[in-house]
């Protein structure tokens, strides 16, 4: 009678681990990130409307472009000297 032979055990299953979504700490965004968010979303939609690059982003520097209903202002409170380099202040 032949030897029986051993069975190979069944590979494990790996345990997957579901990653956790990052939140933001505050549940409201400041006027400074709502600005930002709606520029994003201008520049998408003008990219989106078959506008080439060079035209959207210029329109986007052109605050007289924005559609009327755009009320959004830069906050004043917000010192631009802290974001700029040192190398661009030429």
Do not use: Q
């Not at 209903?69 to 190398?87: A, T």
Request: glycine share 2%.
């Amino acid at each position: 009678m032949p030897a029986r032979r051993k069975k190979k055990a069944a590979p494990r299953k790996r345990v997957r681990t579901v990653k956790r979504v990052r939140t933001v700490k505050e549940p409201y965004h400041t006027k400074l990130e709502v600005y930002a968010i709606w520029l994003n979303e201008y520049y998408k939609s003008l990219k989106a409307a078959g506008f080439p690059e060079e035209i959207c982003l210029s329109l986007i520097m052109d605050k007289e472009s924005y559609p009327a209903w755009v009320n959004f202002e830069l906050p004043k409170n917000v010192d631009p000297s802290k974001y700029l380099d040192e190398e661009d202040e030429d």
